[in-house]
């Protein structure tokens, strides 16, 4: 994942607190402050883990290749229009050159001129294959997890004013593949057809058509293009002249201007664009000062750390999807969740079980995550009271402590004293225990912490 990748994951974190409300973000907290940093850093450290679990990175995923997939279509597009060009300039019939020059460069000088105006008046542009293919990009994405993912990039680019190149490239990019297209069927079409060239008028002179041709065939002519010499300019005005010698002298300079004034210029700013693109991308970072960033600083550079559950209850619970890689596990360890008195702890343990005591405070659960966080344990076992309803916090704990271990497994303790458990709240367990992902065992998996096994060596 690049930079700009982290700092769009950011924005559009920050975009969905802003529409929704807070994200449940306890550990994601927790493992930002781990990670260390300055604010930038550990506000897109927690933006990247959020975004993990709550599947924003696939969906980031989608829409690049959605973005992919929209500049090869109109690509495709632009290629076929690009050809389109070069059989209306050239028709069937006696080509007029002037007719021809326009419909080859008519178009994009216009809508160049009005690029230019807009990146110079308003400082932004607004062209309309930019926005086309921001919208394609939107709807080949097919995520709905995406929602923000377009308006935190333009939002992110915005404030470097890098809208206008990263868009600039694209639009330049597609007319110099248009007018590429046009060039070469042009050429296919004057190798393989005999065409005659002649330019008409009733309200201005001759003169000015030689003046104008001659002006145009000014630079193609340094680089090697024929330009009609001026009694051939003269006598195409009457007639298309069968002539081999200005057939190809009038081809010569219409493929001339079509490169010189239509094809170089978008090459440059395409170029252009690009090499300001890839400069204000490097410079590009978060902006600490908006409000929703401001909020975490306390929370992800307290000065004293709080544990507790302060959010309204989320719609459900997150799966146990992503436990720490099995490299970096090393170990075995018990802990309980909240037991009485009523059960003895620890239990008689294999010497190299761990003890990670009884989680009943704030303290406690804080200390155990931070000292998983950094030795996570290769397999942890969690003792759990059935008595108890299996409500948010616990559930809650279960889970982040299984993120922080290789293996786990929850212990549903018997009920001391031979009593019998309630078979409605321990079904109620198993099924929130389930839908964590999480194996359930009714015996002490001691043999299981010791050896990796269920089975005795």
Not at 63 to 74: E, I, P
Not at 215 to 240: E, K
Request: proline fraction near 5%; charge should be neutral; hydrophobic fraction near 50%.
């Amino acid at each position: 994942m690049t930079a700009l990748d982290t700092l769009w994951l950011t924005e559009a974190i920050r975009l969905r607190e802003e529409h929704t409300g807070p994200l449940d973000d306890q550990e994601a907290n927790r493992r930002a402050r781990q990670q260390g940093g300055d604010l930038a850093a550990r506000i897109q450290h927690r933006a990247t883990w959020l975004a993990e679990r709550d599947g924003l990175l696939p969906a980031l995923r989608h829409w690049k290749q959605g973005a992919r997939l929209s500049v090869m279509l109109l690509a495709v597009l632009v290629i076929i229009s690009g050809a389109g060009l070069a059989f209306a300039a050239l028709g069937t019939g006696p080509v007029n050159v002037f007719w021809a020059l326009g419909s080859l460069l008519g178009l994009n000088w216009v809508l160049l001129l009005s690029w230019a105006c807009g990146l110079l008046l308003a400082g932004e542009h607004s062209a309309s294959l930019g926005r086309l293919w921001m919208w394609l990009s939107a709807k080949l994405a097919r995520d709905a997890n995406a929602a923000h993912l377009g308006p935190a990039l333009i939002l992110l680019l915005q404030r470097r004013r890098l809208n206008r190149w990263l868009l600039g490239t694209l639009v330049n990019g597609l007319w110099l593949l248009a007018l590429t297209s046009a060039l070469v069927l042009l050429l296919l079409l004057l190798a393989t057809r005999r065409y005659g060239f002649i330019w008409e008028t009733t309200i201005l002179g001759p003169d000015t058509f030689v003046a104008m041709t001659r002006a145009l065939g000014t630079v193609p002519a340094l680089l090697g293009f024929s330009v009609p010499d001026i009694d051939t300019i003269r006598a195409s005005g009457d007639s298309a002249l069968a002539v081999d010698s200005a057939r190809q002298a009038w081809a010569g300079w219409l493929v001339g201007v079509l490169l010189v004034f239509g094809i170089v210029p978008r090459l440059l700013l395409a170029l252009g664009c690009w090499v300001q693109w890839r400069l204000g991308r490097a410079r590009l970072q978060l902006d600490l000062g908006l409000p929703g960033y401001t909020e975490l600083r306390e929370r992800l550079m307290p000065s004293s750390e709080r544990l507790g559950v302060n959010d309204n209850a989320p719609a459900q619970l997150h799966q146990v999807t992503s436990p720490v890689a099995h490299h970096r596990a090393e170990g075995a360890l018990l802990v309980g969740v909240e037991l009485d008195d009523q059960h003895p702890w620890p239990p008689q343990m294999p010497a190299s079980v761990g003890d990670g005591g009884i989680l009943d405070s704030r303290e406690s659960r804080r200390r155990l995550l931070d000292q998983l966080a950094r030795y996570p344990a290769a397999r942890l076992a969690v003792a759990c009271d059935p008595r108890r309803s299996p409500d948010r916090g616990s559930l809650g704990l279960i889970a982040e402590l299984a993120r922080s271990a290789g293996q786990t497994r929850v212990w549903l303790l018997p009920a001391p004293g031979g009593q019998q458990l309630d078979a409605n709240r321990l079904a109620d367990w198993r099924q929130a225990l389930d839908a964590l992902g999480l194996d359930i065992v009714d015996q002490p998996p001691l043999t299981w912490l010791e050896t990796g096994n269920d089975q005795a060596s």
